[in-house]
């Protein structure tokens, strides 16, 4: 999945909400961030990261309501027609 077969990709998620402070972050920041985060896990180096992007995904988990259980049986009846 890279170029160069010395080096790997690696993937930082961050759970926020859309317009909250992290997802209104720039990809820079958000890079930089992972890339700052990686490096005191000593994970990897600053050096190590060579590049970077984001993807933001609305409403990416669900979120459980007290309804839940009925919709996921609902779902999962559809399957099975």
């Known amino acids: 999945m890279v170029a160069d077969p010395n080096t790997s990709g690696l993937g ?4 926020c909400q ?3 402070d992290t997802w209104s972050r720039s ?3 958000l890079i930089s961030l992972a890339t700052e985060e990686l ?10 990261v060579t590049g970077g ?12 309501t007290g309804n ?11 399957a099975y027609v």
Do not use: N
């Open 18 to 20: 859309q317009g909250d």
């Open 39 to 48: 490096s005191r896990l000593k994970l990897c180096t600053r050096l190590d």
């Open 27 to 29: 990809d820079e920041q």
């Open 53 to 64: 992007w984001v993807v933001r995904v609305p409403r990416a988990y669900p979120r459980y």
């Open 12 to 15: 930082v998620e961050y759970h």
């Open 68 to 78: 839940y259980r009925r919709d996921v049986k609902t779902i999962a009846d559809a």
